[in-house]
């Protein structure tokens, strides 16, 4: 089987103007078979996330128009947006809606779905989008070039103030980002950004001051560390997988509209995290609202606005292809939503960069087509090698990749985590030093020694002698490159000094994962959560987990008195036999395609690692 959301790398997508040309062409088309007598350009199947769908497409026919001067287009515009301004804006209250601060306002906003009292948790971020819609059509009718017949003063006046009507409900009617939601707090910002421009100055200057408040009291304030790095929260959580790029896509549109630095700062910020975390190939797991759900166009100008900022290949990402250039429905109809994205990524010409940063991350090794993203602890969060994804293995409810005594996972530090990156004669290393505490109470330094050729990833952890039978948890097969699909696996290509097995739970259940099974990682984890799918937190589920399938490792044959050393290597190659020699407090690994040094476990004078490489 294959992953559903994760498909094809967003930087194989053709951006050139004539390629963004062919998608308006065919949006205009689908809109013109749809539009109804009574200007409605909303899918007919369309339930939720529907308030703001047709004046998307609205704003869309009036890019195209900008772009093309299609005559059929005009008529289409002014009936389209005359329906929403009749039939989509709300101004009485939502009966059971439960984050208003001020009750019977008369201001307006969108609706998540259009029954009265029905799901009304969807209608801030509803409002966001459709303030959003309305920005773009006003930018795209605003009479630069001169009249362009495209809407009536007056209509354009009344799209305006419900703009303005929209921005007052979110930011005054209402609490301010009720869900926690990153992505959708930072859209209500550059929905401020750009609304302003539209504003006489008198006017303009308290919208875009209060956008910037928001942006750093609301926002930026509440920042959550993850591997090093403060990012924007989302639903709870650091980073989430669908929403952390769309994240990125609005500060890449709140620096083009404001050029405030502060938007580029933490792009980058949040971009480099990003980088650091995603593999070669562009797979990766893990939010805390979606942990498979990849998005697509939502995530394009994000991904190559910061991209070519950093000087890395975020391209590579890969997103819901079926959803690649616009929303759409399951029979493949234009939706309208989010199609502010479409707009921003037509109207923004960065190029994509497409080579890996050459800089080394400290969460992250990665050289031609191997790549290891570490988590918080250092502990690898997800290993790729040969096309294949491994992530963390579970035992008795601990997560990880690291050493096993008498059942207990020596991988969480107990103290600091010193790293030492080295990179010689084609290789790429990286060194991990952690103290660590076990049942016993005594303090062991785990050293773990990660050194690939771009091809093959080689794995050795050395740690005090250990009692009793010991392994190396090295990893839960999970998935692998198929062409423009992932496939899901239960097995890799690797192997180790010692021996090797791949186990799967005895016990079954939800808490017990067998990668045999048909479940997905996202799917496992939402039947941990403590909320339905959805609105839990798959991170938190997953760490429920009690068990799952590992491939483990035991010590290599002739490691020095009183160590115990594991040594795996993953990825395609003969006969593997690394030599484990001692002296004094260093410890020489030698494989088939180099001779590492790893210095003594306690560190040089100031307790940094020591690691000398060569082929």
Request: charged fraction near 25%; charge should be negative.
């Amino acid at each position: 089987m294959h992953l559903l959301h994760q498909r094809g790398p967003l930087h194989h997508l053709p951006d050139t103007p004539q390629a963004y040309d062919a998608v308006l062409a065919d949006v205009v088309e689908q809109a013109l078979a749809r539009l109804t007598p009574e200007g409605s350009l909303e899918h007919p199947d369309g339930v939720d996330d529907i308030g703001d769908t047709s004046l998307g497409v609205t704003s869309l026919l009036a890019l195209a128009w900008r772009r093309g001067r299609d005559p059929r287009l005009p008529e289409a515009v002014r009936r389209s947006l005359a329906f929403h301004l009749r039939e989509r804006v709300y101004r009485e209250d939502n009966p059971g809606y439960p984050n208003l601060k001020v009750r019977n306002s008369g201001l307006p906003y969108a609706r998540y779905t259009l029954a009265a009292g029905a799901h009304p948790v969807g209608d801030w971020p509803s409002t966001v989008w459709a303030l959003l819609q309305a920005v773009n059509l006003l930018d795209a009718t605003d009479g630069r070039d001169g009249p362009d017949g495209l809407v009536e003063d007056a209509q354009r006046a009344e799209l305006l103030g419900v703009a303005r009507g929209y921005w007052s409900w979110l930011t005054e009617a209402t609490f301010f980002n009720p869900q926690e939601a990153g992505n959708q707090a930072i859209g209500c910002v550059v929905g401020g950004l750009m609304l302003a421009r539209h504003l006489p100055g008198p006017e303009a200057e308290p919208v875009r001051a209060r956008a910037m408040r928001l942006y750093a009291d609301e926002i930026r304030a509440r920042r959550v560390r993850d591997r090093g790095a403060l990012l924007p929260p989302e639903h709870g959580g650091a980073y989430d997988n669908n929403y952390g790029p769309i994240s990125l896509s609005f500060l890449a549109q709140a620096h083009r509209v404001s050029g405030e630095p502060v938007f580029a700062e933490d792009g980058d910020t949040l971009a480099r995290y990003l980088d650091a975390r995603l593999t070669n190939g562009g797979f990766d797991t893990g939010g805390p609202r979606y942990s498979e759900q990849h998005s697509g166009f939502e995530s394009v100008l994000g991904l190559r606005y910061f991209g070519a900022r950093i000087g890395s290949d975020l391209g590579r990402y890969r997103g819901d292809t079926r959803w690649a250039r616009h929303a759409r429905n399951p029979d493949g109809g234009v939706d309208g939503h989010f199609a502010w994205m479409l707009v921003w990524q037509i109207q923004d010409r960065t190029p994509w960069h497409r080579t890996p940063s050459p800089d080394p991350a400290r969460h992250q090794l990665r050289s031609g087509t191997v790549s290891v993203a570490f988590d918080s602890r250092l502990t690898p969060a997800l290993i790729e090698a040969a096309g294949t994804y491994y992530l963390p293995a579970a035992v008795r409810r601990r997560h990880g990749f690291g050493p096993v005594t008498d059942g207990f996972l020596l991988c969480r530090p107990m103290g600091e985590v010193r790293v030492r990156d080295v990179r010689a004669d084609g290789l790429a290393a990286k060194l991990v030093t952690k103290p660590v505490v076990g049942r016993d109470h005594v303090l062991r330094h785990v050293r773990s020694l990660y050194v690939t050729d771009g091809t093959r990833l080689w794995v050795t952890v050395a740690v005090e002698r250990l009692d009793g039978a010991p392994y190396l948890l090295c990893g839960l097969p999970y998935a692998a490159d198929d062409g423009d699909r992932v496939r899901r696996v239960a097995e890799g290509e690797m192997v180790s000094a010692g021996g090797l097995r791949l186990t799967h739970p005895a016990a079954t259940g939800p808490e017990h994962f067998d990668a045999r099974g048909e479940l997905t990682q996202e799917q496992a984890a939402f039947a941990l959560a403590a909320d339905p799918r959805g609105y839990g937190n798959p991170d938190e589920g997953w760490r429920h987990l009690v068990s799952s399938t590992a491939l483990e490792a035991d010590p290599a044959p002739g490691a020095p008195e009183g160590l115990h050393v594991f040594a795996v290597r993953y990825g395609p190659g003969g006969a593997f036999a690394p030599v484990l020699e001692a002296a004094g407090e260093e410890l020489t690994v030698r494989a088939e395609a180099f001779t590492a040094v790893l210095g003594p476990a306690a560190g040089d004078d100031r307790g940094e690692p020591a690691l000398t490489l060569r082929r």
